[in-house]
């Protein structure tokens, strides 16, 4: 079976999460969105928030909580 590119994404975000979420929840979530920032390309940020947005994703706990914080800083950007 095939996995699109966006579970491919998904995929990478839980991995992170779970390397995070050991950690306090406030860290865990800014470490993992300080390593998206520094590793994934604005253009794999939108694509991965757009498709939780549309509920076709779900994320960790702690892949949630990242990219809620992406979520925001993108707002502030449009």
């Given at each position: 079976?095939?996995?699109?590119?966006?579970?491919?994404f998904?995929?990478m975000?839980?991995?992170?999460?779970?390397?995070?979420?050991?950690?306090?929840?406030?860290?865990?979530?800014?470490?993992?969105?300080?390593?998206?920032?520094?590793?994934?390309?604005?253009?794999?940020?939108?694509?991965?928030?757009?498709?939780?947005?549309?509920?076709?994703?779900?994320?960790?706990?702690?892949?949630?909580?990242g990219?809620?914080?992406?979520?925001?800083?993108?707002?502030?950007?449009?």
């Open positions: 079976m095939s996995h699109s590119k966006i579970d491919k998904a995929h975000a839980n991995q992170i999460g779970d390397y995070y979420a050991p950690q306090p929840p406030d860290a865990a979530a800014a470490g993992l969105a300080s390593h998206i920032r520094k590793f994934w390309t604005p253009k794999m940020i939108a694509e991965t928030l757009e498709a939780l947005a549309q509920g076709r994703i779900v994320l960790n706990a702690t892949a949630a909580s990219f809620a914080i992406l979520r925001k800083e993108f707002a502030r950007a449009a």
